[in-house]
């Protein structure tokens, strides 16, 4: 697979992830009352917008990307969301980070360099 491929669909993985941790950003500030007008206004703060527009952009690409890679690449490089999102979580947000999601981080990075090859 060309470089040009894996870098796109790495960058790819990488606004998922950004936009995993806005979801939850926006998530950790939602108030909810009940189905009243503040919980639907609140449900719909600056965070969860970019969110939201972060994920449509990394949709689009993501489309564009399965265009032009094979599905079993992009899918196996995709994989290494499991390991950003929590590796960003934890410094972004500040989240546990555990041995065993390392563990299996490691295993998936393995896992992706023998699949790519």
Known sequence: ??????????FCVLLIA???????????QWLIDGWSWATIGG???????????VYGFATVLWIYVLRTVP???AYTLF???????????YFVLG?????NTLIGGAIIVVG????VR
């Open 71 to 73: 599905l079993a690449s």
């Open 1 to 10: 697979m060309p470089i040009a491929s894996i870098l796109l669909t790495l």
């Open 18 to 28: 950004v936009g995993q941790l806005l979801f939850k950003t926006a998530a950790a």
């Open 43 to 53: 449900f719909l703060s600056p965070v969860m917008v970019i969110a939201l527009v």
């Open 79 to 89: 994989s290494l969301a499991f390991l950003i999102v929590p590796l960003l979580a």
């Open 112 to 115: 992706v360099i023998i699949a």
């Open 95 to 99: 989240e546990r980070l555990s041995a």
